[in-house]
């Protein structure tokens, strides 16, 4: 199982970035995908995941309402679409797929990705 996270950068505060995940060896569309976070000297931390029916999406505080968790069945890809971006956001993004819902613990999580960097400027 390959889990391919691209489309971080370097943005200023209030611009959008869109990550995607390209996903081998698992059918996205029958496991929880999720996004987790990991900002220097602290814990990796949830982000958002959606369920394999995508019909369940579940966001933390932080990031509702400006985060917005997809994925294309066909392309076996999922993207997040991050915008209003705050330079709190800084941090590397990894794509996670999981067995269970919400996968929103480490725990929880079956495959990790590699990770990609967003870097947020005030």
């Known amino acids: 199982v390959q889990l391919q996270a691209s489309g971080g950068g370097l943005v200023q505060a209030g611009g959008s970035l869109r990550l995607s995940c390209a996903a081998s060896?698992?059918?996205?569309?029958?496991?929880?995908m999720s996004w987790f976070r990991q900002a220097p000297g602290k814990e990796r931390e949830f982000v958002a995941a959606?369920?394999?029916?995508?019909?369940?999406?579940a966001y933390a505080e932080s990031v509702k309402g400006r985060f917005a968790i997809s994925r294309d069945s066909a392309k076996n890809t999922g993207h997040l679409q991050m915008n209003n971006l705050k330079p709190e956001d800084t941090a590397v993004y990894y794509c996670?797929?999981?067995?269970?819902?919400?996968?929103?613990?480490?725990?929880?999580?079956?495959?990790w990705g590699q990770g990609t960097l967003v870097t947020v400027s005030s």
């Open positions: 996670a797929a999981a067995t269970v819902w919400p996968g929103r613990t480490v725990g929880q999580i079956d495959y």
């Open positions: 060896g698992v059918t996205l569309s029958r496991v929880t």
């Open positions: 959606i369920r394999w029916s995508g019909i369940s999406i």
